[in-house]
């Protein structure tokens, strides 16, 4: 009897450990509002999402939450500071600037607060034709 509930017991700790790490790594996408614009297309939109994205792939152990396109007036007024951040020779010739949503590592670590929910903004730009970059990105 007791060798039946001891498999009877790794058997329960195998399930959970294997619930847990599908837990874990279960990767929920994150919100997007698109907002509304005459300035830019869904299409323009996610190129931009896509850098964002790259960049907080690497924010070890942060789940990101929302991505929020701000506005076309918040963006145009944007372009003259997204130019002083241009390398130089470099002109820009559209922004784009998006708020996110995000929670931080379970257990902090480096510059984290354990646990929090951080909102953060995001600025790109690109020249006429070109890709977005992004040029900076945090606290507002």
């Not at 997007?32 to 830019?40: M, P």
């Not at 559209?94 to 257990?107: H, Q």
């Not at 951080?118 to 020249?127: G, K, M, N, S």
Request: contains cysteine.
């Amino acid at each position: 009897m007791k060798k039946k509930s001891l498999i009877l017991i790794i058997v329960l700790c195998v399930i959970l450990a294997l619930s847990l790490l599908f837990a874990l790594t279960r990767r929920e996408k994150a919100e997007i509002d698109y907002g509304t614009s005459e300035l830019y297309s869904h299409a323009e939109m996610d190129s931009a999402i896509k850098e964002i994205q790259k960049t907080f792939s690497t924010f070890d152990g942060c789940k990101l939450y929302s991505l929020r396109y701000t506005s076309d007036e918040l963006c145009q007024s944007q372009l003259e500071y997204c130019n002083t951040l241009a390398p130089e020779g470099t002109t820009y010739d559209a922004c784009i600037v998006f708020d996110s949503r995000f929670r931080s590592p379970i257990a902090g670590g480096g510059a984290w607060n354990p646990n929090e929910i951080y909102t953060w903004t995001w600025y790109l730009a690109r020249t006429k034709n070109g890709d977005w970059e992004l040029l900076t990105y945090g606290y507002a």
